[in-house]
């Protein structure tokens, strides 16, 4: 489903403008990552002071901004997909310079969008994983995976590799192991 998103062309109809496979980033969360879509709304009223709408180049007046984050299933009971979608909002905030109100989560099972409101609570939420990643990462640990029988069905399988951090496996001791055995040379 994500292919045949970012396989499609960006297009304009009328007051909406369809971007798709957008990289993001954002220097001050240290995230970065790829839209599946953002939609680009034109404005009525061409209001400079506006902190919700934004110039395009190439494009007259001013356009909000709206991400649309595409899943197989159908929604989840935690808020995972909800705080990935958030992050791309942060992302897009920073880099366009502009406030971004709500997204939409589309699920393919149920061929629904699900509108998600980026309120206090889930920016606190996904500003706060974004922390947490970062300590893990200068500490170096690799927190043990929780398999589920989602991840068999996951696009990110082959670079979370869920069964390296069960068990008895470390990185450390694999790259230990293969500099000896000089394969990493």
């Known amino acids: 489903m994500h292919e045949r998103v970012h396989e499609r062309e960006d297009e304009q109809r009328g007051d909406r403008l369809v971007t798709r496979g957008l990289r993001l980033r954002s220097l001050q969360h240290g995230i970065s990552g790829v839209a599946d879509v953002v939609e680009f709304y034109r404005q009525r009223e061409d209001v400079s002071e506006r902190v919700d709408a934004v110039h395009l180049p190439r494009r007259t007046g001013l356009w909000s901004v709206f991400p649309i984050e595409y899943k197989r299933g159908r929604p989840k009971s935690n808020r995972c997909d909800e705080i ?90 694999y790259l230990d192991k293969m500099t000896e055995n000089g394969v990493a040379n």
């Open 84 to 173: 990935q979608l958030c992050a791309q909002a942060l992302c897009l905030e920073e880099m366009l310079g502009t406030v971004i109100s709500e997204g939409a989560l589309f699920y393919g099972r149920t061929r629904r969008r699900k509108q998600v409101s980026f309120d206090r609570g889930l920016r606190d939420a996904t500003k706060g994983l974004a922390i947490r990643a970062h300590q893990l990462i200068e500490v170096g640990l690799l927190p043990k995976a929780v398999i589920k029988s989602a991840c068999k069905r996951c696009s990110l399988q082959n670079l979370c590799l869920p069964g390296i951090s069960t068990g008895k496996k470390s990185a450390k001791r």
